[in-house]
């Protein structure tokens, strides 16, 4: 029961402390990115997104000690629960959500808005761990297969619909998740794949990847497969995954234009070409790395960022809250902060590896995989080697729904943890 548990002594402080460690680094840089030396704010100020980031931490130390004093088995035996419910807030959103930006992914409540695709990673990764603990699951198996796609998939594409598709591709790291827990190699490698026509599609024709395809067909029956390999079988085989490429780069054609927002796009476009429109879509990453690129090897100090004072680049204190690390901590206080995430996540797979119980390991490895996704993402968006999709780095990038959603995801792993700590 949650009342036998010795919270002091169950929980893994050493996770916790790398969680406060990036809660105060991320509080410290969103005060810089809005601080402007002309006009000083006070760090409680609400009317600024420092004060209202303090707010929101405030609020999160409530949802921590209501998460640690929950029984743990409510997370286990309500993950299926919690995940409808999400999905009826997720389809509710469409409807009644606000319109920000092109997306209909915002409830407003008052002056806050509130997002339910952030915390919809935290239930799916509970539902998926739900399943896939049961004895009786195989993922080799094509019927358990399906299903735990299926829990994965419903989630993204409702948010799809709300036009918030940077959310939804979070949803793909769960592949690591059940690679881990015995799906076959070739769906991963397959994963990849598509990731790779996916990346060239950016730079090259259609036509030029489908004839790639063929040589690479080619390439590999003639110089990978001996002579006694060559059976009609590999060779449908081989024809079979000439089709299934081939129809992945034609449709993109159809993901980028229709599904992605004109926004989105032209993000794309500028992650191609950044000179094509560098007072438009190629702006927000050309400042990004100016800004990271002037902090040099120690940064030009706390409050002293000149690209950050004066708001040359848009939602500095969000998605792009790295590049404030960057310019007025230098390359020493980025790497510090990687090391920060780095430590965090290795400690939360050891955790997890460590786990009596299948359903906490399996979250576990959920959490470090959703936010390593958001990690990798996020740093990479600003330095310009991924588009602009507008995913927060956790527990640094202003927002309350970012911010209780990452606490959660987190917290719910450290009950789990704590249980074991005590279980005979």
């Given at each position: 029961?949650?009342?036998?548990?010795?919270?002091k002594?169950?929980?893994?402080?050493i996770t916790v402390?790398?969680?406060?460690?990036l809660?105060i680094?991320g509080?410290l840089?969103i005060?810089a990115a809005?601080?402007?030396p002309?006009d000083?704010?006070a760090f409680?100020?609400?009317?600024?997104n420092?004060g209202?980031?303090?707010?929101f931490?405030?609020?999160?130390?409530?949802?921590?000690?209501?998460?640690l004093?929950v029984d743990?088995k409510?997370?286990?035996s309500?993950?299926?629960i919690?995940?409808?419910f999400?999905?009826?807030?997720?389809?509710?959103?469409?409807f009644?959500?606000?319109?920000?930006?092109?997306?209909?992914?915002w409830i407003?409540?008052g002056s806050f808005?509130l997002?339910?695709a952030?915390?919809?990673k935290?239930?799916?990764a509970?539902?998926?761990?739900?399943?896939l603990s049961?004895?009786?699951?195989?993922?080799k198996?094509?019927?358990?297969?399906?299903?735990?796609a299926?829990?994965?998939?419903v989630?993204p594409?409702?948010i799809?619909l709300q036009?918030?598709?940077?959310?939804?591709?979070t949803?793909a790291i769960?592949?690591?998740?059940l690679y881990r827990?015995?799906?076959?190699s070739?769906?991963?490698?397959l994963?990849?794949g598509?990731v790779?026509?996916l990346v060239?599609s950016?730079?090259?024709?259609?036509w030029?990847i489908m004839?790639?395809?063929?040589l690479l067909?080619?390439?590999?029956w003639f110089?990978?497969?001996?002579k006694?390999?060559?059976?009609?079988q590999?060779?449908y085989?081989?024809?079979g995954l000439?089709l299934l490429?081939?129809?992945?780069?034609l449709?993109l054609?159809?993901f980028?234009?229709?599904?992605l927002?004109?926004?989105?796009?032209?993000?794309?476009?500028?992650?191609?070409?950044?000179d094509a429109?560098?007072?438009g879509?190629g702006?927000n990453v050309n400042q990004s790395?100016l800004a990271?690129?002037?902090g040099?090897f120690?940064?030009?100090?706390?409050?002293?960022g000149?690209?950050?004072?004066?708001d040359f680049v848009?939602?500095q204190?969000?998605?792009f809250?790295f590049?404030t690390?960057?310019?007025e901590?230098?390359?020493v206080?980025a790497l510090?902060?990687?090391?920060?995430?780095l430590?965090l996540?290795?400690r939360?797979?050891?955790l997890?590896?460590?786990?009596r119980?299948?359903?906490a390991?399996i979250?576990?490895?959920?959490?470090?995989?959703?936010?390593f996704?958001?990690?990798l993402?996020?740093?990479g968006m600003?330095i310009?080697?991924?588009?602009?999709?507008g995913?927060?780095?956790?527990f640094?990038?202003?927002g309350?729904?970012?911010l209780?959603?990452?606490t959660?995801l987190?917290f719910?792993f450290?009950?789990?943890?704590?249980?074991?700590?005590?279980k005979?």
């Open positions: 029961m949650a009342g036998e548990i010795n919270i002594n169950g929980v893994d402080w402390i790398l969680y406060l460690s809660v680094v509080y840089n005060y809005v601080f402007n002309e000083p704010i409680f100020s609400l009317q600024h420092a209202r980031q303090l707010l931490l405030c609020l999160s130390s409530i949802i921590v000690v209501l998460i004093f743990y409510v997370y286990d309500f993950a299926y919690f995940y409808g999400m999905i009826l807030a997720l389809i509710a959103t469409i009644l959500g606000s319109d920000i930006k092109g997306s209909r992914s407003k409540l808005s997002q339910p952030e915390f919809s935290t239930v799916t509970l539902a998926l761990a739900k399943f049961s004895q009786t699951v195989n993922l198996k094509f019927k358990d297969l399906w299903k735990a299926a829990i994965i998939l989630p594409i409702i799809i036009k918030e598709t940077g959310s939804a591709l949803f769960f592949m690591v998740v827990e015995g799906l076959p070739i769906f991963p490698a994963f990849l598509f790779t026509i060239l950016l730079f090259y024709s259609k030029y004839g790639g395809l063929i067909g080619v390439l590999f110089l990978v497969f001996s006694r390999d060559r059976s009609r590999n060779l085989n081989l024809l000439y490429f081939s129809t992945f780069t449709g054609d159809f980028l234009t229709k599904v927002q004109p926004h989105q796009q032209r993000r794309i476009e500028a992650l191609v070409n950044p429109d560098p007072l879509a702006w790395k990271i690129g002037s040099g120690i940064g030009k100090g706390y409050l002293q000149t690209q950050t004072k004066f848009p939602e204190s969000t998605d809250i590049c690390v960057g310019e901590w230098g390359f206080g510090v902060l990687i090391a920060l995430y430590g996540f290795t939360i797979i050891l997890a590896e460590q786990q119980d299948k359903f390991r979250y576990g490895y959920c959490v470090a995989s959703i936010m996704f958001h990690l993402v996020n740093i600003t310009g080697l991924m588009p602009v999709i995913i927060p780095l956790p640094v990038s202003y309350g729904s970012s209780w959603s990452f959660i987190l719910i450290l009950k789990l943890d704590a249980h074991r700590s005590f005979v």
